[in-house]
């Protein structure tokens, strides 16, 4: 199984973006998939996760409503989109994946990608 995400870059604050990760190996009716961020100098924290029944988590980092998390069956994808972006967001943003449902915590998630870059502007 290999994940490959991919979206990030510098943005303004204000802004929003969407972040994709394409999942090979596995199709996502048998997969959930997960988003952590590891911001700079912190530990990485969860952020939301979605089951192979399309059923969403929170894992638990202060998303405020303004992170939703999404997928395509069709194209193999799961996205998570960012609005109201500021610059406490600046992070790199990893997605994971295991077999059939969310668990915390991330050691339960055995495939990662190789993480996508979000800088904030002020």
């Known amino acids: 199984v290999q994940l490959q995400a991919s979206g990030g870059g510098l943005v303004q604050a204000g802004r929003s973006v969407t972040l994709s990760c394409v999942v090979s190996?596995?199709?996502?009716?048998?997969?959930?998939v997960a988003w952590f961020r590891q911001a700079p100098g912190k530990d990485r924290a969860g952020v939301l996760c979605?089951?192979?029944?399309?059923?969403?988590?929170d894992f638990g980092d202060s998303v405020q409503g303004r992170f939703t998390i999404s997928r395509d069956a069709a194209k193999n994808t799961v996205y998570l989109q960012i609005n109201s972006l500021n610059p406490e967001d600046t992070a790199v943003y990893y997605c994971?994946?295991?077999?059939?449902?969310?668990?915390?915590?991330?050691?339960?998630?055995?495939?990662w990608g190789q993480g996508t870059h979000v800088t904030v502007s002020s």
């Open positions: 994971a994946g295991r077999p059939y449902e969310c668990i915390r915590p991330a050691d339960f998630f055995d495939s």
């Open positions: 190996g596995v199709s996502l009716d048998y997969y959930a």
């Open positions: 979605i089951s192979r029944f399309g059923e969403t988590d």
